[in-house]
């Protein structure tokens, strides 16, 4: 039985569950108590004191975000000893931090901004720290800019690194006048283990971690007359772009996405979607190609279970922290780097445009897929097979550069080709969304017919639980296939990689038994990425992902092998998975790196 | 706090004691007696000889063992704290290295009543230097325990050097090998402390008053101080004094009696407690009780005659607060670096005199607002010496 608390809160009784927080029972009473360094993802940190609050009867304030409710407690959020104190923590914090709102990345978007301006914080009483500090500005990463100077060092970003992604690659270091958000012996970012997954990035409440933008490379790009500028969007974004311009969360808003790209002067609109289904048709071959060598030839090199590649977070992650495992990685690239790597060939070819003059963006959930580009290793085409990657913020805020009313925009459709797709692709947004379109696909060339699951949708690989596992037997397989008759398919899924790393290591020590595992660097899978809309929580997350599955079901075509696009790259270029061809432009190959 | 009208409150003349420091050869047999007790009847003579923490807080030690034995859980742990970092203070140091018994004796104590089999001291990392005596002693004293039937062992680990690691849920982080950072209170060490088991930490003077209490009974113990104040302490005698050392002084004196005993004839202010003490200036001397109905101290009393500069000293301790904060909380990290510069602004005439009081009103929110008790008696000394020594502040 759960046990009610009574007590008050600026004199309004409230009963709340054992264990609650103050802040959470005043929100109760729509009451609402600033906060920084609180965040619903996070566990509880207590350290910028904003959210103090006043107990009766007890000298000191309590801070309402780390303080558990208790019978008979006197709360008062708005006192005279409350309003001083916070009004204190602000123009401290704003003492030591670099307040150039107007030229600020975050200017907008940024707690600590809405937190001053609600305060109206106005003449400095206290004295500028800023000349006597030694900030530093960090953008040696592909991926992040680290802004020391905007740092309120709530450590937000400490307790997603360490909590949410295992990574720790930011901890706190010093203590305190010279206390700071620390990488590894305070080297660059991109010499560290992170892994570039920009979660980081969405819970930071300022200025001090955002994207490194290509806005402006892109505008370039779109401005040479002498340039084709293909733009490609990833799945998630179009169940998340319309969160940074004026809907709310769940709104799919693919369509005006489209127009909207058209509009800024992309010369050709295309999905990656495309690409998901084609990674669909190589991943699930070379599932059933790995299977059979180990069920049939016994061949002891092939590695099972087969972990799926299309996070570059999670491919930089296995590549520092469980190296061992990277023959279980599937060679397919992800679908933006199919998508680039084709684009330069095949669709030059077609357009019988020169590749040179190919300008290639991606608009993209991500943050690691910005470091993908620049891997050395993804230039098939001959040139960088990806140009520019944008995340959903840059491309909003480009739209809004634009001027460009968004929610009064008609609907458009992709151009063709590489523009098709089908529910599949889409649900590679959300967790669980590749293993789905996968046993959509493999299933169905091994029995010939459809997945046995009401209306095609998988449910069990779906949902927001941490690592989610299911099974599928096959029967009645078609003769290619005898030596899978009667198998068990053993699949599990883990987003986050604090979760990766639990799947990891419970294959490492040989605990569980899979044939075939999705991992997905962020919470929720893309539609969580780092370069979604901020901020973040489980309940938005959990609306893109209804948003995503209504998106598949209203599509004509739900199954990658089926779209007509697919079929048709396979009769004119590729000839057929695991060709040549595809060899050379949609598999790669992985580098294991050291943890420092 | 300060200058507190206490006339009419129990006050005990100046009176050396000696019980601390006594050859602590017989800590067996009092050990050995009280394991023949009742766990429930040493808290109950725990709690009634009134013994208060030495090691800055306060609290009713008897308490805060009944508490993590009442705690769920048969996993406990026991910690001595001698992280020892108030600056001026040496008195753990002595103890531990002339009555090491006395102070594991307690520990073993508190681990059979609480139901502990573990006992870790914590020692300051300035202090390895007596941990090969400290542990051949730890090792002959965990086989008399095994004699004696106690399941008990105890164990050594290093501080990191930081001041806040002395604060005691900095001290369990530090432990877990993570950085030294205070948490938040509630749960308190006493439900979840190292290792997230119910955990008593003590400082080392505290558990050799239990030790003392376990031999001479609480009623004898009793004797000794005010109803507020139970008992005798060590003092660290520093600054500009008679005899510098250190005392074992029955609790409840006034402090002038404290600064005749060990003034040089021209004392001007006594700090209190050390950095995050009070400041207390001459003409409070005879109104001021040292104990908790006064003004507490860890041991520290620094003495300051006539030709002290009190803004050097405020000076001294915010830089040493400055540097020693942990930074994770903002009234405390930026706080500090605001009262440091802020004086020093006051003093440079960049900043008008009237800036002071801004920074009285600063030091309050510190006090009201912080984490952890660093950043919350910071202003103990800011208020004290600016309010009685404004002047010297100024010009
Ligand atoms: C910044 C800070 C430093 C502290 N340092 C010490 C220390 O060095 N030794 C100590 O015994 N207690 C220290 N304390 C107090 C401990 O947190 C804790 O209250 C004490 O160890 C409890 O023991 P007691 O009840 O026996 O006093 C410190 C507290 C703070 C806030
Ligand atoms: S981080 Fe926020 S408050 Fe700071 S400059 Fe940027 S927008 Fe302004
Ligand atoms: S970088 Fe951002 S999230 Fe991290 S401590 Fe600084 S302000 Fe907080
Ligand atoms: S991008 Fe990801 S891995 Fe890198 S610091 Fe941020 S949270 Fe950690
Ligand atoms: S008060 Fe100071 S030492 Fe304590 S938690 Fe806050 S910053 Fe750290
Ligand atoms: S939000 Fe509560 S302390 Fe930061």
């Known amino acids: 039985m759960i046990n009610m608390i009574n007590l008050t809160i600026n004199n309004i009784p409230v009963s709340v569950e054992e264990g609650t927080t103050i802040i959470e029972a005043a929100r109760r009473l729509s009451i609402r108590i600033p906060s920084l360094c609180n965040h619903d993802d996070l566990c509880v940190s207590g350290n910028c004191r904003v959210c103090v609050v006043e107990q009766v009867g007890n000298p000191t304030l309590q801070a309402a975000c780390a303080t558990p409710v208790r019978e008979n407690m006197q709360i008062l959020t708005n006192s005279m000893m409350v309003m001083q104190a916070r009004k204190t923590i602000i123009e401290l914090l704003l003492s030591e931090h670099n307040a150039d709102c107007t030229k600020c990345y975050k200017n907008g978007n940024c707690e600590l901004q809405d937190l001053s301006n609600e305060y109206r914080i106005g003449n400095q009483v206290y004295i500028d720290l800023i000349p006597l500090k030694h900030y530093t500005i960090d953008q040696s990463s592909p991926s992040l800019i680290k802004d020391d100077s905007k740092c309120i060092r709530c450590q937000r970003c400490v307790r997603t690194c360490s909590d949410l992604q295992a990574v720790s690659a930011l901890s706190a270091a010093y203590k305190g006048s010279e206390m700071k958000i620390s990488s590894f012996y305070d080297r660059p970012m991109h010499e560290v283990i992170c892994t570039n997954c920009g979660q980081c990035i969405n819970r930071c409440p300022t200025g001090a971690l955002t994207e490194r933008n290509y806005i402006d490379e892109v505008w370039d790009a779109i401005y040479d007359p002498g340039k084709h500028v293909v733009v490609q969007t990833a799945p998630a974004v179009r169940v998340a772009l319309g969160e940074e311009l004026g809907y709310d969360p769940g709104a799919r808003v693919t369509g005006k996405l489209v127009t909207a790209l058209r509009r800024l002067g992309f010369d050709s609109v295309l999905d990656t979607d495309f690409t998901a289904d084609l990674t669909i048709m190589e991943e699930g071959t070379e599932l059933l190609t790995r299977l059979k060598k180990v069920l049939v030839d016994k061949d002891t090199s092939m590695a099972l279970p087969m972990f799926t590649s299309c996070s570059p977070g999670w491919i930089k992650f296995i590549e520092h922290t469980f190296p061992d495992l990277l023959p279980h990685l599937s060679t397919c690239k992800s679908p933006q780097q199919m998508f680039g790597a084709l684009a330069k060939t095949y669709y030059a070819q077609k357009k019988g445009i020169n590749p040179k003059d190919i300008v290639s963006v991606s608009i993209m959930p991500c943050t690691a897929k910005k470091f993908e580009a620049t891997r050395p290793e993804m230039r098939d085409s001959g040139y960088q097979d990806v140009d520019y990657v944008l995340t959903t913020r840059e491309l909003a805020i480009m739209i809004k550069q634009a001027g460009i009313e968004f929610m009064k925009l008609d609907d458009e459709d992709y151009d063709r080709f590489m523009g098709e797709s089908s529910g599949a692709g889409v649900i590679f947004g959300a967790t669980g969304g590749v293993m789905e379109a996968a046993l959509r696909t493999a299933y169905e060339i091994v029995t010939g017919r459809e997945v046995p699951f009401q209306n095609l949708n998988i449910t069990p690989v779906r949902g927001m639980e941490g690592i989610k596992e299911a099974e599928v037997k096959i029967e009645n397989v078609k003769p290619d296939w005898s030596f899978l008759e009667g198998v068990t398919l053993r699949v599990a899924i883990a987003h986050g990689l604090a979760n990766a790393k639990r799947l990891m290591t419970a294959i490492r020590d040989g605990k569980v038994v899979y044939h075939f595992i999705e991992i997905m660097a962020c919470p929720g899978g893309c539609l969580g990425g780092g370069g979604q809309p901020i901020p973040t929580n489980l309940e938005i997350r959990k609306k893109r992902a209804e948003a995503i599955y209504a998106e598949d079901e209203n599509l004509p075509i739900r199954k990658s092998h089926e779209n007509p696009e697919i079929i048709q790259i396979y009769q004119e270029f590729l000839g057929e998975p695991l060709s040549h061809t595809s060899h050379e432009l949609l598999h790669t190959h992985y580098v294991p790196r050291k943890r420092y | ?395």
């Open chain 2, 1 to 395: 706090m300060t200058g507190k009208k206490q006339n009419d409150m129990e006050t005990k003349k100046l009176t050396r004691v000696d019980y601390i420091f006594r050859p602590d050869n017989t800590c067996l047999d009092t050990l050995k007696k009280s394991l023949r007790r009742d766990r429930d009847e040493i808290i109950l003579e725990l709690i009634d000889s009134g013994l208060k923490g030495r090691g800055g807080a306060g609290f009713l030690t008897g308490l805060k063992w009944k508490l993590a034995k009442e705690a769920a859980g048969d996993v406990k742990y026991v910690i001595c704290n001698a992280d020892e970092g108030e600056p001026g203070t040496f008195k753990d140091r002595e103890i531990l290295d002339r009555v090491p018994r006395r102070v594991f004796t307690g520990m073993a104590l508190c681990g059979y009543v609480i139901g502990s089999k573990e006992g870790f001291l914590y020692l300051r990392a300035e202090y390895k230097f007596l941990a090969p005596k400290l542990m051949s002693i730890m090792a002959e004293m965990n086989q008399e325990f095994k004699k004696l039937g106690l399941d008990f062992t105890l164990n050594i680990r290093y501080g990191s050097g930081a001041y806040v690691c002395g604060e005691e849920t900095a001290l369990i982080d530090s432990m877990e090998g993570r950085r030294g950072e205070p948490r938040n209170k509630p749960p308190f060490p006493v439900t979840e402390g190292y290792l997230n088991k119910p955990t008593v930490v003590n400082n080392v003077e505290t558990f050799v008053n239990c030790t003392i209490i376990m031999g001479i009974g609480a009623e004898e113990y009793k004797r000794f101080g005010t109803d507020s104040s139970r008992g005798f302490k060590l003092f660290s005698v520093s600054g500009d004094c008679s005899k510098e050392g250190i005392y074992e002084l029955e609790l409840g004196m006034l402090l002038s009696d404290f600064v005749e005993e060990f003034g040089d004839g021209d004392t001007k202010a006594v700090q209190v407690g050390g950095a995050s003490g009070f400041c207390v200036p001459r003409k409070k001397f005879n109104q001021t009780i040292i104990g908790f109905e006064g003004i507490p101290t860890g041991g520290s009393m620094k003495i300051f005659n006539s030709s002290r500069s009190m803004y050097h000293v405020l000076h001294n301790y915010l830089e040493f607060f400055e540097e020693e904060s942990c930074g994770q909380c903002t009234p405390c990290r930026v706080g500090c670096q605001q009262l440091l510069k802020g004086i020093e602004a006051v003093k440079s005439k960049q900043r008008s005199s009237s800036y002071l009081d801004e920074l009285v009103k600063l030091a309050k929110v510190m006090k009201v607002a912080s984490k952890c008790g660093l950043g919350q008696s910071v202003g103990n000394a800011f208020v004290s010496i600016v309010d009685n020594f404004r002047e010297e502040i100024i010009y």
